[in-house]
């Protein structure tokens, strides 16, 4: 052991120190931590972070620690976050990846109106049939600049309803347009009408809804405080409380929290009029 150790230039203390010195009070407290968050993370299937683990921690077994020395004994496991999106089996080849670059980056907080728009769909039912709602939203107010409903979730849909934000906002100069890579933002035609004007498309990663979450979350409001509530006979039916919600509701008068709880139309009159305009 004695030449073990001179060759590979350690201390013989520093080696019967390792292997048999007992392990601190920390370390067996981490270790019975590890477990405990462990089994709760297996026993949720995997669908809670951090912070309802620390919660559960403390609720059912006493233990109250930090968000923080959770997620770092987490880490330590290699526990990895729960995917809310169905793989896909369908590859894609790397080349093409810098046609849809993400330029934004998560900055979902910009500093004065028509920077940065953002767009998504989601399907909505009226009289057993599905429409698609197009939504076009500015990242500075979070307002519902444009709709559109369409039975035909296509690139003309697209179009339709970025030329009546595009016209509605004065034909602004300097604008970014983020989205998902579904086939109506790659479009030949939506893209060359970017290109047009000077537009500059920005692309969400594969895989990552989160990318553009302000569309998601008004997604999520839109059913919950409104479609989800009714039944739809027709298409003017649906249309008429989607107009309802958007223009009448969301972009008037809910508050919201990103915001100081202002709504969209205040934020930007509080805007301008700063401005002076």
Request: include cysteine; hydrophobic fraction near 30%.
């Amino acid at each position: 052991m004695k030449t073990l150790c001179r060759v590979l230039n350690v201390n013989r203390s520093t080696y019967y120190k390792h292997f048999y010195s007992l392990p601190s009070s920390r370390t067996i407290e981490n270790q019975n931590i590890k477990q405990m968050i462990l089994h709760i993370y297996a026993e949720y299937d995997k669908r809670i972070d951090a912070y309802k683990i620390t919660y559960i921690l403390g609720r059912d077994y006493g233990i109250y620690i930090s968000v923080g020395r959770v997620y770092r004994l987490m880490r330590s496991m290699q526990l990895p976050p729960m995917s809310t999106v169905k793989p896909k089996s369908i590859s894609h080849p790397k080349e093409l990846s810098g046609c849809y670059a993400d330029h934004l980056h998560q900055d979902f907080h910009q500093k004065t109106p028509n920077l940065v728009w953002t767009s998504d769909f989601t399907y909505l039912k009226a009289g057993g049939k599905w429409y698609s709602l197009c939504i076009i939203m500015d990242l500075f107010s979070r307002k519902i600049i444009s709709w559109n409903i369409s039975s035909r979730p296509n690139a003309d849909l697209v179009i339709q309803t970025f030329q009546k934000a595009y016209h509605a906002r004065n034909r602004p100069t300097g604008l970014m347009f983020h989205s998902d890579r579904g086939s109506q933002y790659t479009a030949f035609a939506f893209r060359k009408l970017l290109d047009e004007l000077n537009v500059v498309q920005s692309f969400s990663k594969k895989g990552y809804p989160f990318n553009n979450a302000c569309c998601e979350c008004f997604f999520k409001y839109l059913k919950k405080e409104e479609t989800n509530r009714r039944n739809f006979r027709t298409y003017r039916d649906l249309y008429h409380s989607g107009f309802q919600y958007i223009e009448g509701f969301y972009n008037s008068r809910r508050p919201h929290g990103s915001l100081g709880y202002l709504t969209p139309d205040e934020m930007e009159i509080t805007f301008w009029d700063r401005q002076g305009i």
